[in-house]
């Protein structure tokens, strides 16, 4: 049967089909879809799903549920995979019982994210087995066979799709939902779960043996392809693959190709095809780790071969590849014309920019205003990774890094003997992800900053998933709602306060007590994401601007809502308006009122 | 030699719709026994930024269109149809919503929306026809204006190579069924206001 599918939820497919019961992960774009995909099938299939407070917890859930003899699977965007890295390395060497699979999709280009780290990397770090799929298809396909090959080799694998694939669709074949469960039972095993010195020397040895039983097992595997043609040659791993071969349809080319999805690579074919060729030209995204396999092999089985790719300059090392660039860099190799790209003067001309923006009526708009006003443009305002990053033209994001880093940067900038005022935004979501730690450092080790909790009950900018403030679970049951201000009292934390960002006057005052206060403090702004707040029907009034009021003074403007318009001499409020009323406060001419 | 049967851009503002539409279009060409591939943005862009997506009718490769490759430019908004011109073939069209959707850096004063005609002059001089209409006073006619893109994917069936009601059977599929009688009227509205293709 086939679907037309998102690369993530054929992954999602994929883990259904192989009976994983336990499905653990983080939000992150590219690949929120994953988790959420398995969710409508959790109840009848008797499948544990979480959205577990960060990564490293996700990846440690899943390894108690694997040795435990349930199949589980922890995912993540590939910045995620830093924070689990500490279970990840160490996991290599435990190994697993059932099948675990550990899913971290790539971003190249930065598309939604700080960094384009490539997580084949990780893979070879930790000697594991990574499987790079091309398309949805083979999403799908390597998913389900990752749990296969990890309980073949006890070993965890990972699974590394790039944001091409994860929100790319394609029909898709798909195939039965497993219905059986192994019985799980924990068996005590010191020597394999304890990783004493003493138990993890001898597990280091064991998984340095485990690597020629890697190779064996990946040497026949079909996403491994051989194409012998003439004497020039392409090997590319993933989606550049695809690429490559429509590049090579499309110039009738001559060429032998190898493809690659599985790392390490294959041997025998590779040494097969670079025995084949004189020249051959290595296609991949991102860091050349198929290049580096490809020069190693190539000392041992053809000393002469010209090797082309990231080193002599032809494939770029940053940014995603697509069918054009490699068409150009195979056109290069054959001498053939390149075709260039049309650049339209007028687009760069004339054409405004529409950079991604905070929603209308969004409430960080509106805490950061606040935030402004209390501590004046001269403070520093570290921030953190969310929605609230937008406000960036606000001048109230001078610092994001990564996840929880605005506390722990904001104490460090204290430290380092910066005195001005300190004012740290964290989101909800990220706060609990990572920031709690900062926090808890922040009181301990005496740091004088203000942190701003900007609580808008939901993860937003990855799209609105539930955390452990929230009350409710991944599948929408009822949950525990941890309360953020308990926490950060708990944490140290001797000023806290909780206030409603759209009572602008209110959010101020707040801001200047917690400048004020000698030590450290907190300011939790709380308000509803107003994308949410629509979604359950909580409807108000929208504003209007009266023109006899209105002296044109651009301050509503400048409070940069695109709900607010500047017509000739006045200010103009659009039909984005979501009847937050901040824009009314903020106005001085009292020109801006409810539409009765 | 030929690598995908028909290419598609679909491009507008984060929330007007664009993936619904793309999603619709590419589960329609596998109803009609075609393999079909679409390229999406996520995350942090559709928070009012630019949108592109792309859809390759009869294609088993990669799922980006190739920029001068586009057979079809389908933008549901004016300046974003410039934007992504360059994804144009020579011989493609572009079908144009030209209802405006001022970005955040002209509401705030700190750019300006060019008049329309500067921003399909260039339009009209690199690819074989431009087709304009405004879908969304259309949309608001069929008793919705959020029904503009239904509105764009009546004007795009009559370009496609997919059967009408494929496209129909999986617009039903794709949105609630209490909004299916506006949409078929966006749709119907669009296809009727552009005669020839």
Redesign the interface.
Known sequence: M???L?GNAAIARGILEAGAGVVTGYPG??A??IVESVVPFAKKYGIHVEWSVNEKVAVEVAIGASWTGTRAVAIMKHVGLNVAADPFMTLAYTGVRAGLVVIASDDPFC??SQNEQDSRRYAQFASIPCLDP??PQEARDMCNYAFELSEKLELPVLLRPTT?VS?????VEVGQIEEERSNPEFVKNPARWVMLPVHARPRHTELLKKQDRIRAALSDVPWNRLVLRGDLGIIASG?SG??A??AI??L?ADISILRIGTFPPPDGLCSEFLEHVSKVMVIEELEPVLEEYVERLARVCNSDLEILGKRSGHIPREGEL???IV?NAIAEMFDLPE?E????K??EE??????????PGCSHRATYYAMRKAFGKDAIFPSDIG?YT?AVPMGTIDTCLCMGASITVGSGIRFGGEERDICCSIGDSTFLHTGLLGLLNAAYNKARITVAILDNSTTA???HQPHPGTGFTVSGEKAKAVSIGTLAKALGADFVETVDPYDIDATIESFKRAREFPGLSVVIARQACVTNARRAGIKRRPFMVNNENCNGC?EC??F?C?A???DEDNARINSLCSGCGVCAQICPSNAIEVVE | MKTSECDIIVVGVGGQGVILISNIIGKAAMKAGYPARGAETHGMAQRGGSVISHIRLGCEFGPLVPAGGAEILLALEPAEALRYAHYLSEDGIALVNTNPVLPITVTTGQSSYPPLEEILAPLQRICRSVKTLNATKLAAKAGNPQAMNVVMLGVLSRYIPLPEDMLIESLSESIPAKFLEVNRRAFELGKSEIEEA
């Open positions: 086939k679907e037309y998102l774009t590219p929120s879809e598309h939604s091309a398309d091409r929100h790319a669709r394609a029909d989606i695809l690429y071969e429509e349809k499309q009738e697509d069918s054009l068409r075709e790209v049309l650049s339209l007028e687009a004339i054409l405004p920019p529409r950079p991604p923006a905070l929603c929605c937008l900018m990855t799209g651009r403007v400048e940069g695109p607010i318009e500047f």
